[in-house]
């Protein structure tokens, strides 16, 4: 048996959570094209019969500009720590200007002193011939392990990458039962279901500013699932837009989150959601811990 803990690292909309749910098969990390869409590390296990791979999903490196930005940014730094071997993650449609912040993204990750694979990835998108000079000024950015393009949203190429992280474990125990896929209890996973919709559904600017936390969740006789949410927002104009007019809004962001738990959980779900306004919460410390940001 192979095992050991893999970090995946990159900027923002890289395609990180991505590239998690696709080896494990299994949706444990929310995804959509705003950027920082994951705020705290996720874990996720892909386990065969010969190798279990631990998958840590952390935050986009970008530069905080809040104590929700700061506390992402530690996470990062954590994920980083005491792992086998970090993925570095990076969309391949670059733009020149970007190849830096790249390489300074890059050396923060030095410290960690493991083999680092590049991941190129959304290689579905672009010609090959266009490939081949990203990929060629990347491998100059750092001394990489491995390079392995890929497209995590299409499958394409992954299983290489699975193999290649393969060559960079040592012998090792099976850390966690082989039908675990993830750490995170029922109540996060749900909450950030919730979240993912408003990502999906609200204006540019609304996003960032939005927590979900839930209040209720219990497990009925029946064996459906009652479940009350909060979705809070930084202002009230912002929770007239979540709302929408007649509740449109609200009711299209409860009805698409309740699919995808009621597919995770295998049950019915009832599920309530309540807007809240809760001004600068991002840099509230006391309420970001009370809504699982410890």
Same mark, same amino acid.
């Given at each position: 048996m192979k095992s050991g803990f893999v970090a995946i690292c990159g900027r923002p909309n890289a395609g990180k959570s991505t590239l998690m749910n696709r080896i494990i098969g299994e949706k444990v990390a929310i995804v959509s094209n705003k950027p920082q869409t994951t705020r705290t590390k996720i874990m996720g296990v892909h386990t065969t019969e010969d190798c279990q791979i631990v998958l840590i999903d952390t935050p986009g490196i970008h530069k905080p500009h809040n104590k929700l930005g700061e506390k992402m940014e530690k996470y990062i730094y954590t994920a980083t720590q005491d792992v086998d071997v970090l993925l570095y993650v990076v969309d391949c449609n670059l733009y020149e200007n970007e190849y830096e912040k790249e390489r300074t993204a890059l050396e923060g990750l030095k410290k960690a002193d493991v083999p680092v694979i590049l991941v190129v990835n959304k290689v579905d998108t672009v010609a090959k011939n266009s490939l081949f000079p990203v990929i060629e000024k990347l491998s100059g950015l750092y001394d990489f392990a491995g390079i392995v393009p890929l497209s995590a949203r299409m499958g394409d190429n992954v299983d290489a990458l699975v193999d290649e992280i393969r060559t960079h474990l040592d012998e090792g125990p099976q850390f966690?039962?082989?039908?675990?896929?993830?750490?995170?209890?029922?109540?996060?996973? *749900? *909450?950030?279901?919730?979240?993912?919709?408003?990502?999906?559904?609200?204006?540019?600017?609304?996003?960032?500013?939005? *927590?979900?936390?839930?209040?209720?969740?219990?497990?009925?006789?029946?064996?459906?699932?009652?479940?009350?949410?909060?979705?809070?927002?930084?202002?009230?104009?912002?929770?007239?837009?979540?709302?929408?007019?007649?509740?449109?809004?609200?009711?299209?962001?409860?009805?698409? *989150?309740?699919?995808?738990?009621?597919?995770?959980?295998?049950?019915?779900?009832?599920?309530?959601?309540?807007?809240?306004?809760?001004?600068?919460w991002r840099n509230k410390e006391a309420f970001m811990n009370t809504i699982g940001f410890e």
């Amino acid at each position: 048996m192979k095992s050991g803990f893999v970090a995946i690292c990159g900027r923002p909309n890289a395609g990180k959570s991505t590239l998690m749910n696709r080896i494990i098969g299994e949706k444990v990390a929310i995804v959509s094209n705003k950027p920082q869409t994951t705020r705290t590390k996720i874990m996720g296990v892909h386990t065969t019969e010969d190798c279990q791979i631990v998958l840590i999903d952390t935050p986009g490196i970008h530069k905080p500009h809040n104590k929700l930005g700061e506390k992402m940014e530690k996470y990062i730094y954590t994920a980083t720590q005491d792992v086998d071997v970090l993925l570095y993650v990076v969309d391949c449609n670059l733009y020149e200007n970007e190849y830096e912040k790249e390489r300074t993204a890059l050396e923060g990750l030095k410290k960690a002193d493991v083999p680092v694979i590049l991941v190129v990835n959304k290689v579905d998108t672009v010609a090959k011939n266009s490939l081949f000079p990203v990929i060629e000024k990347l491998s100059g950015l750092y001394d990489f392990a491995g390079i392995v393009p890929l497209s995590a949203r299409m499958g394409d190429n992954v299983d290489a990458l699975v193999d290649e992280i393969r060559t960079h474990l040592d012998e090792g125990p099976q850390f966690f039962p082989g039908d675990l896929i993830t750490d995170q209890p029922e109540r996060q996973i *749900a *909450a950030e279901y919730i979240r993912e919709k408003t990502l999906r559904l609200l204006n540019q600017e609304i996003p960032h500013g939005i *927590a979900v936390e839930i209040e209720k969740m219990k497990k009925k006789d029946s064996g459906t699932y009652e479940i009350l949410a909060a979705i809070y927002c930084e202002r009230q104009s912002h929770k007239a837009i979540i709302i929408g007019r007649k509740g449109e809004k609200l009711k299209d962001i409860g009805s698409r *989150a309740r699919q995808d738990i009621e597919r995770f959980l295998g049950a019915k779900v009832y599920l309530e959601l309540w807007v809240k306004v809760k001004e600068d919460w991002r840099n509230k410390e006391a309420f970001m811990n009370t809504i699982g940001f410890e």
